[in-house]
């Protein structure tokens, strides 16, 4: 845009660089460009430790994550005191646990490693199910257009207006309805068993996929919009391709990068969700351990145990700047605008 | 414009008999019913509660029962705050011992004291305060940050600013909330931990009436944790957007013919670059709402926040039905007031 002011501004001679001249393909440009990115290089270092952390959650984990002590509930640390003085007096020690028990004495800190696999699957998942059903929903809507271009984006504008949160909330409550139980055999019976020996995380997946592919598809309804009638399609067209192999061929390479993006940088927001939800108690059925469950138990007792909430509330947010540091680093990076310059 | 405004109310009428259509199949969906308890009821008992809620009629009945309550003013003998069943929200009184009323939103099943009216008129101003506050909050700390930042380019305020902005992003409300509890509320003891601090009657229905210590005490915690993440967003976007003005060819023009840089940034740039911010505050607005609920759990605020919860767990119907359409209703009306500030900030916008 106005990259060129910018040089001039600094009072310095346009560089050239050697490397530059060289045909480069988009990818390792942007590779090279993300990796110069300290804060997007810390993310995405943040990210992988995490990653590894919830596979080899078990390897990792002191403890189990399930397993209740009830005589050791709320115990802590010698440590914990230096930190949290106000605890001195009436918080039964024990050096079992490194970061302290939960109310009904499970490890804090295997729960926490625990806790990674839901916020992390919640992260990639969400993603792929947006980008799934919006793209799709997308494309249809700006390959097509016309009325059923009118009718698709009247049925987003609807959905816009309804409050998510809520929507999901409601969606939540329908799936897991707490006094009646499905029939055996029956196709909801099939969903909740499924949703049982993921923790209760499936259900989450679902909420979050029917509330989260509005924003994909508005987005590539536009992308879609802006290349439909350029010549590579017309070209694609005049050869008698049909329009599958148009919309997956020729139009979906264009326009998938700033897709990518903007999905990149809703990764928070669904690991959010799910924290939120978990939080309200809709969430993952315990004990399956989840961050958002953790800081609502914790913070029922943040007067006298400030560790229970403090410490999930850490994790929480040392992921949420790891994928915003790398999905800020990615959009810089691949950010077709800024190509060439540093 | 007028044309404009009055097809987006339709739209937005029709959106909302959208919203409750679907909000109705869906609660009712839902397996499980009202009346539900650990300890079932007798079975006749059920029955006689169905009745008296018409909840025994078919499906289309009952939503069309609903419908002919909020449309539809109907005349009533009944004087206004005395019944559970004729509750309404507009009551005109015509004569004697005669009103017409309008928008009854039925009573709520949970509660059996109350109505849905009664539930939004006592819990939805403080609600009301907590967003107003935590937006204020979000403006003052996101506008003069971003401002900065754009100004003085790659400065330590655009650094200070820019790491505001990802640190309110990346720290949400349930990570702020309890951490500020302890810090300010338990440890250092300046702040109260619950509770909230202004009395009805308020000011144009909504604002307490004084903004005194009492108020203020109990609001800073909340309107922080619930406007920071709010405030990030304004900042990068006013530094992004005053990037970009401030390179523009009337900005080359404002200073080549020797205005004051004063004058050239409030005047010239400021404004222009308040265009896309303004665009931003109906989404924000709509997170502010939904993230009020969530904040009043962890300050224990008695807002609107537990009936969202509440009302879905305790298949309390009248009151997920409000509760949804109260706030698809703010969604749409902020959306098209942002659409219409949008057209007056930025005379080339016409909407035809």
């Known amino acids: 845009m106005a990259t060129q002011a910018d040089v001039f501004e600094a009072g310095r001679e346009p560089e050239f660089n050697e490397e530059a001249r060289k045909g480069q393909s988009l990818w390792v440009d942007s590779y090279r460009r993300l990796i110069r990115n300290r804060a997007a290089v810390i993310g995405g270092a943040l990210v992988i430790i995490l990653v590894l952390m919830a596979i080899f959650a078990p390897l990792i984990a002191p403890k189990s994550f399930s397993e209740q002590v009830l005589t050791d509930n709320n115990k802590v640390p010698e440590w914990m005191f230096s930190i949290f003085p106000s605890m001195k007096g009436y918080a039964n020690v024990s050096s079992d646990y490194l970061i302290g028990a939960d109310y009904v004495g499970r490890d804090l800190l295997s729960r926490i490693i625990y806790g990674a696999r839901v916020s992390l699957a919640v992260a990639f998942v969400g993603p792929i199910i947006s980008m799934l059903v919006g793209v799709t929903y997308g494309s249809i809507s700006g390959y097509f257009g016309g009325r059923l271009d009118d009718l698709m984006m009247r049925v987003v504008d609807v959905m816009y207006a309804f409050p998510s949160l809520l929507f999901i909330i409601l969606l939540m409550a329908f799936f897991r309805s707490t006094l009646a139980k499905p029939d055996p055999g029956s196709f909801s019976y099939m969903l909740s068993d499924i949703d049982t020996k993921m923790g209760g995380m499936f259900f989450i997946f679902i909420g979050i996929g029917v509330t989260a592919w509005q924003n994909m598809a508005r987005l590539t309804r536009g992308q879609v919009l802006s290349v439909r009638e350029k010549e590579y399609v017309e070209a694609a067209h005049a050869i008698g391709a049909r329009n599958y192999r148009v919309m997956t061929k020729h139009i979906l390479p264009n326009i998938i990068g700033p897709l990518v993006v903007a999905e990149t940088l809703a990764i928070p927001s669904y690991i959010l969700t799910e924290a939120f939800l978990s939080f309200i108690g809709l969430g993952v059925n315990p004990p399956t351990p989840s961050w958002g469950a953790m800081i609502s138990d914790g913070s029922r007792v943040v007067r006298s145990y400030p560790n229970q909430a403090l410490f999930p509330a850490i994790a929480l947010a040392i992921t949420m700047f790891a994928f915003n540091f790398l999905g800020d680093g990615l959009r810089d990076a691949l950010d077709p605008r800024l190509r060439g310059t540093r | ?352």
Request: no cysteine.
């Open chain 2, 1 to 352: 414009m007028a044309r404009f405004i009055i097809r987006r109310t339709m739209w937005m009428f029709l959106v909302l008999l959208v919203v409750s259509a679907v909000t109705f199949i869906l609660e009712h969906s839902v397996p499980g019913g009202p009346f539900d308890q650990e300890k079932a009821l007798p079975p006749e008992i059920i029955a006689n509660l169905n009745e008296r809620y018409h909840l025994d009629e078919p499906l289309p009945q009952q939503y069309i029962r609903f419908l002919n309550d909020v449309l539809v003013p109907h005349l009533s003998t009944i004087p206004p705050g005395n019944s559970l069943q004729d509750s309404a929200v507009f009551n005109i009184k015509i004569s004697d011992g005669r009103w017409l009323k309008w928008m009854n939103f039925g009573p709520s099943y949970a509660s059996r004291s109350r109505t849905v009216n009664d539930i939004i008129r006592d819990q939805l101003p403080i609600s009301a305060q907590l967003g107003v506050f935590a937006l204020l909050v979000a403006m003052v700390v996101g506008m003069p940050l971003g401002i900065l930042a754009g100004l003085r380019q790659n400065s330590v305020w655009d650094y200070l600013g820019m790491g505001v902005a990802v640190f309110g992003v990346s720290v949400p409300v349930i990570v702020l909330g309890p951490t500020l509890v302890w810090i300010f509320g338990v440890s250092l003891k300046w702040l109260p931990t619950n509770g909230w601090g202004a009395q009805p009657p308020y000011l144009l229905g909504f604002l307490p009436r004084e903004l005194d210590a009492n108020f203020i005490k109990h609001a800073a915690m909340p309107s922080v944790a619930l406007g920071l993440g709010s405030s990030a967003i304004i900042a990068r976007l006013t530094r992004a957007s005053l990037l970009q003005v401030v390179r523009e060819d009337y900005i080359r023009t404002a200073r080549a013919k020797g205005l004051v840089e004063r004058i050239v940034i409030l005047r010239h740039a400021m404004k222009n670059s308040l265009i896309p911010v303004v665009t931003i505050l109906g989404p924000l607005f709509a997170a502010l709402v939904t993230g009020t609920f969530v904040t009043e759990l962890i300050f224990g605020i008695p807002g609107m926040g537990k009936y969202f919860v509440t009302s879905i767990t305790n298949r309390d119907y009248p009151v997920i039905m409000g509760t949804i359409l109260l706030y698809a209703m703010f969604l749409v009306v902020a959306n098209l007031a942002v659409d219409i500030v949008y057209a007056w900030l930025d005379p080339r916008i016409r909407y035809s």
